[in-house]
């Protein structure tokens, strides 16, 4: 729509098959392009961007729909200012399994779960640990990540997990979830979620959750004048 190659920067990448509600990302659009993507006639009194949200709507797929857009201030970058990352994960105990307009979002799991003791060993892995245990290995990336919630409620057969964290590494909450589970159907205990945290390498004793049940709902930023500040910290490598 700009008739210029414009690179769009998102706040987090989701597995294959993982939804997002509350994505964000930024393009850098050139001053001369932007007119490009507007209609020789716009509705009076439209906000700024009205007509190119319009635009992407009937451009897009189905699936994908951006519903807003701003001006960001010139320090802003909608992966590396960001402060937390927030996610739900969704299970169904349901005996028949999930309803179908929840099927893509829910996942059917067919045994019953001790949400108390998955609470209990969440409780275990919040803060700044390394989580080499439930990540998948990526040459130069770091895993030491701080988890700053992580807990699960009942909903009659529906079970939610609600999980924040100033970033995640790769398959991070779905083997998180993976690992409570096993806690949940008393397979495994707190003290072993726990000493996850010790290993140096990802933990084959356990199978990450399935990816669809799995939601990113939110990204939250600091004040416009601490983007910069935050950005600087975000790229610095953490080491153990």
């Known amino acids: 729509m700009f008739r210029t190659p414009v690179r769009l920067r998102a706040a987090g990448r989701t597995d294959a098959g993982v939804h997002a509600t509350g ?7 050139p001053v001369e392009a932007l007119p490009n993507a507007y209609a020789r006639s716009s509705r009076t009194g439209d906000p700024e961007f009205a007509p190119l949200l319009r635009r992407l709507g009937r451009f897009l797929p189905t699936d994908v729909r951006i519903v807003d857009i701003a001006r960001a201030p010139s320090d802003f970058d909608a992966r590396f200012s960001a402060l937390r990352r927030h996610y739900t994960y969704r299970l169904s105990t349901a005996p028949y399994g999930v309803e179908p307009q929840q099927a893509r979002y ?3 799991w067919p045994r019953a779960l001790d949400i108390d003791a998955m609470n209990a060993a969440s409780r275990e892995l919040l803060g700044l640990h390394d989580f080499a245990a439930f990540c998948r290995r990526r040459d130069g990336a770091t895993t030491i990540r701080d988890l700053q919630r992580l807990d699960w409620s009942r909903d009659g057969d529906l079970i939610t997990a609600r999980v924040t964290a100033d970033a995640f590494c790769w398959s991070m909450v779905r083997s998180l979830v993976g690992a409570l589970l096993a806690v949940g159907e008393h397979r495994r205990t707190a003290a072993w979620c726990r000493e996850l945290l010790t290993t140096t390498s990802r933990s084959s004793d356990f199978a990450a959750a399935p990816p669809h049940g799995l939601t990113l709902i939110g990204v ?3 004040p416009d004048d601490e983007l910069a500040s935050r950005a600087v910290i975000t790229r610095d490598l953490r080491t153990r």
Request: glycine share 0%; proline share 8%.
């Open 23 to 29: 994505q964000v990302a930024h393009a850098d659009v």
């Open 106 to 108: 829910v996942t059917a």
């Open 220 to 222: 939250d930023y600091p």
